[in-house]
């Protein structure tokens, strides 16, 4: 009969099964552990992957879209005809949009290099805001700010057609305020633009802009054939400078009102 002692007592084939079972449970839960902590790790990657590729936004505004800068290796596709060979050559710079527009402008500097003359053929692009009004871009090309408002100047006849000009609302001098231009083709989609501030008076400051549009002459087209048309079939209703003031190159009253595309 064996003693209460040896009936408790644990064999070693007990002990070393206790302490097997006790490795396995032990082995489980860091397996568990590796596993849930690793899980942590990747859910951590893909949150920061996903982070950056986000658009990086401050104080809550939208982020900047990517807008005009100057394309140096671009030549240029368009030029004034000289009047005569003493004549001045504008500065050309030619400005690229990464949704397809472009705009050429050629300036005319004075005494100071003070801007005294602007031309500006701008081909438009998926960037072009139709809800935008266009004679906000002009008054900031004539030096002023972009809320100031213009008045329509009459109407001058040029080998593109009819052509609309502007000038500040209320100007003290009227005769003496510089002249906005602007004249939009609906195909191709183009914009020509400008102002000009030379001559005296108002009806020689209109004769300059005439001459200036009418001077203008296309160098290449690159693969738009519809702007080399529209500058051939303009080419046809080409005219000579006339004398300064000349009423060949008006149309209507100094406060005509529009009308037709601009």
């Given at each position: 009969?064996?003693?209460?002692?040896?009936?408790?007592?644990?064999?070693?084939?007990?002990?070393?099964?206790?302490?097997?079972?006790?490795?396995?449970?032990?082995?489980?839960?860091?397996?568990?552990?590796?596993?849930?902590?690793?899980?942590?790790?990747?859910?951590?990657?893909?949150?920061?992957?996903?982070?950056?590729?986000?658009?990086?936004?401050r104080d809550d505004e939208p982020a900047?879209?990517?807008?005009?800068?100057?394309?140096?290796?671009?030549?240029?596709?368009?030029a004034l005809s000289r009047l005569d060979s003493s004549e001045k050559t504008a500065s050309y710079v030619i400005l690229r949009h990464p949704e397809g527009g472009r705009r050429d402008v050629m300036r005319w500097t004075g005494e100071a290099d003070k801007p005294v003359a602007e031309l500006?053929?701008?081909?438009?692009?998926?960037?072009?805001?139709?809800?935008?009004?266009a004679t906000a871009d002009l008054a900031v090309?004539?030096?002023?700010?972009?809320?100031?408002?213009?008045?329509?100047?009459?109407?001058?006849?040029?080998?593109?057609?009819p052509v609309a000009l502007f000038r500040p609302t209320g100007a003290a001098e009227a005769a003496r305020a510089c002249l906005g231009y602007l004249k939009r083709s609906e195909e191709p989609?183009?914009?020509?633009?400008?102002?000009?501030?030379?001559?005296?008076?108002?009806?020689a400051r209109r004769a300059a802009i005439?001459?200036?549009?009418?001077?203008?002459?296309?160098?290449?087209?690159?693969?738009?054939p519809k702007l080399a048309e529209l500058f051939a079939h303009a080419e046809l209703k080409r005219r000579s400078c006339a004398p300064q003031g000349?009423?060949?190159w008006l149309l209507g009253a100094a406060n005509a009102q529009l009308r037709g595309a601009l």
């Open positions: 009969m064996q003693s209460p002692e040896a009936s408790t007592a644990a064999t070693p084939t007990q002990i070393h099964l206790a302490l097997a079972a006790l490795a396995d449970e032990i082995v489980g839960t860091l397996a568990r552990l590796f596993a849930y902590v690793g899980t942590l790790v990747l859910f951590a990657i893909l949150a920061l992957a996903a982070f950056d590729q986000l658009p990086s936004l900047e879209k990517p807008g005009w800068s100057v394309a140096d290796r671009s030549q240029p596709a368009f500006e053929i701008y081909r438009e692009g998926g960037e072009f805001d139709v809800a935008r009004p090309h004539m030096g002023l700010g972009e809320a100031t408002p213009l008045e329509q100047a009459g109407l001058i006849d040029t080998k593109f057609g989609a183009l914009q020509i633009s400008g102002f000009s501030c030379q001559g005296d008076t108002l009806p005439a001459c200036t549009l009418n001077r203008l002459t296309l160098l290449t087209s690159g693969n738009e000349s009423s060949d």
